[in-house]
């Protein structure tokens, strides 16, 4: 059974807490939309937050702040840095709720994420909407972007691989921004798998991304799993090179992305951008291999 109660939380007085009898989620009705934690009853938070803006709104600035949320591709300042420091409207449907933000009035975009959570077992069905309310056409992207705890470990896989010369047409890209190192040890490259560790000793940020039309990211923190997947449309163009997936890592947190086409919105018109994620207890990864990744990842994936 789902509860959905209004609750202070991390110093903001409206919040609502999310739950089962496993799991729990906590969104803000404060500023947002954002969700700033998921993790199960009694337990470690999967999600990072910052301690210095917990509770804190009114800002003039975006802030860093944590939680999971949902941004516009491709990557632009000022437009993508949008502050979300206001409070959202809240509306409760049954056993799911929606926290919708006010137009920004640096991008005319309204953003809004509906959460439903499973009566049962740790299943939440994140739903992301962007919608134009300019009087002009804009290309605009979902970016689903989860901030996660530090001292973990970010994963995501390739599509199917083949052997050559049965496959010879390239089957997706692997991404790099200015700044990515792929010498950088927080990484590894299995054939695959893509794995990054987070460090909170190393304050160099790193990033990465590909395209999977079964697009998934997972985050191991300790021995809790967490797993984010979305359908991407390969008959579609992506941002950045062609990107369904990002990551990104620096001393204080590593983030895991899905990202949605690149959609055309006429005025008044949403896109919409479907994750689906789930929580495992009691993972433990003797090492980083594809053997190793298949063996605990594979059944998973096909829940």
Request: glycine residues 8%; negative net charge.
């Amino acid at each position: 059974m789902v509860k959905i109660e209004k609750q202070p939380w991390g110093g903001w007085p409206n919040c609502y807490r999310i739950s089962n009898d496993e799991v729990d989620l906590i969104v803000t009705g404060d500023i947002g939309p954002r969700i700033m934690r998921y993790g199960f009853l009694n337990s470690q938070n999967l999600f990072k937050n910052f301690a210095e803006s917990m509770g804190r709104s009114g800002e003039s600035e975006w802030m860093l702040r944590g939680g999971h949320r949902i941004w516009a591709a491709p990557e632009v300042a000022p437009r993508t840095y949008a502050p979300d420091n206001g409070p959202v409207e809240i509306v409760i449907t049954g056993e799911s709720l929606t926290a919708t933000q006010p137009v920004e009035p640096l991008t005319g975009l309204e953003k809004e994420i509906t959460v439903k959570l499973a009566p049962s077992g740790t299943a939440v069905e994140v739903r992301h909407r962007i919608r134009n309310t300019l009087v002009w056409d804009i290309e605009v992207a979902p970016w689903a972007v989860s901030m996660m705890a530090q001292r973990g470990v970010g994963i995501t896989g390739y599509p199917p691989r083949g052997k050559h010369p049965d496959i010879l047409p390239p089957t997706h890209p692997l991404v790099m921004w200015a700044f990515t190192d792929l010498s950088d040890p927080r990484w590894k490259f299995a054939k695959k798998y893509v794995v990054l560790r987070q460090e909170p000793e190393n304050a160099v940020p790193q990033k990465i991304g590909h395209f999977n039309p079964k697009t998934w990211g997972a985050y191991l923190l300790g021995s809790d799993l967490f797993i984010k997947r979305y359908d991407a449309d390969a008959s579609r163009p992506y941002p950045d090179f062609g990107c369904s997936y990002e990551t990104f890592t620096r001393d204080d947190m590593l983030e895991i992305e899905t990202l949605g086409p690149l959609t055309k919105l006429a005025p008044g018109a949403s896109l919409e951008h479907i994750e689906r994620w789930t929580l495992h207890r009691d993972i433990h990864l003797k090492e980083f291999t594809d053997e190793e990744l298949d063996r605990v990842l594979a059944p998973l994936l096909l829940v």
